[in-house]
């Protein structure tokens, strides 16, 4: 590619190549030295060079001239894409990593509901009767002991939601 028909390019932020030299994720509050705080937690607080989006992933991008700027994931994948190249691996590994963590912090809030449920069990879990498909019936509370031996994240999240409708008498 020639580079100058890259949007970054074009946008004036650098000449054709760009490199990801870094990445930082930047969400509120942010305490100042003065003892002030600013931003609400979780809130993004870098800001994109290319689009003005505020975000909270900030690419460090370099340009073949050194210049250095930063941009949104978003707006790293759009770029790369409408350059007609590859996105970055960095980037994608990223994207992964972050996706794969917030499914292990949901899987271990789920974790630790179920244990709480298994180590103080509701009486309406311990009355509610399940009907096995082969004809065996057991109680409820049984059931989600034998059940959760054998799931995954997946299973274990339905499973809750289930026996969390059965305590509350839905």
Do not use: T
Not at 29 to 52: E, F, K, R, S, T
Not at 55 to 68: L, M, N, Y
Not at 153 to 158: E, K, L, P
């Amino acid at each position: 590619m020639s580079g100058s028909n890259h949007p970054w390019e074009v946008a004036g932020l650098g000449k054709y190549p760009f490199r990801v030299v870094g990445v930082s994720e930047q969400r509120g509050p942010i305490h100042l030295p003065n003892g002030m705080m600013i931003g609400a937690p979780g809130q993004p607080m870098g800001v994109c060079d290319y689009c003005g989006n505020g975000i909270a992933e900030c690419w460090d991008i370099k340009s073949a001239d050194g210049k250095r700027f930063i941009v949104g994931c978003d707006c790293v994948r759009k770029a790369y894409k409408e350059a007609g190249e590859r996105v970055p691996a960095e980037v994608e590994k990223f994207a992964r990593d972050k996706r794969k963590a917030a499914a292990d912090a949901k899987d271990e809030r789920v974790r630790e509901r179920l244990d709480e449920i298994i180590a103080n069990p509701p009486a309406s879990l311990l009355e509610a009767k399940v009907v096995l498909p082969w004809g065996e019936e057991r109680s409820a509370y049984e059931d989600l002991k034998q059940v959760l031996r054998f799931c995954g994240a997946a299973g274990r999240a339905r499973h809750l939601k289930r026996v969390e409708k059965l305590i509350a008498g839905a």
